[in-house]
């Protein structure tokens, strides 16, 4: 089956204990500065993928790659429909984003997007 609503994996997000250490970290790993910094995200661009920091502490504790969808509303309804189950609905996370996070049959966590 052939799916045209699923872009593929292009961010990943990881929590952290200290969002100014590990910028510094990333950013020597990635060869970049963020592009993006706030007290709840550091966003950084490479390689055309999106990896993201996020505090630890907060609903996110382990990584979570973000699958990017043409319509999150639609891809979640269509996951949940297989046996996914919504962890976190669909909501805005600035501009046009929206995201979402499932749970696989196992617990893992997947990640949905929409630009």
Known sequence: MTDSTTLGIQTVLHPVSDLAKSTEVYAALLGVRPQTESSYYVGFEAAGQQIGLVPSGGPQTSVVAYWHVTDIEAKLAEVTA???????????VGGDRLVATVTDPDGNVLGLLQD
């Open 82 to 92: 297989a046996g996914a189950v919504v962890k976190e609905p669909a909501h805005n």
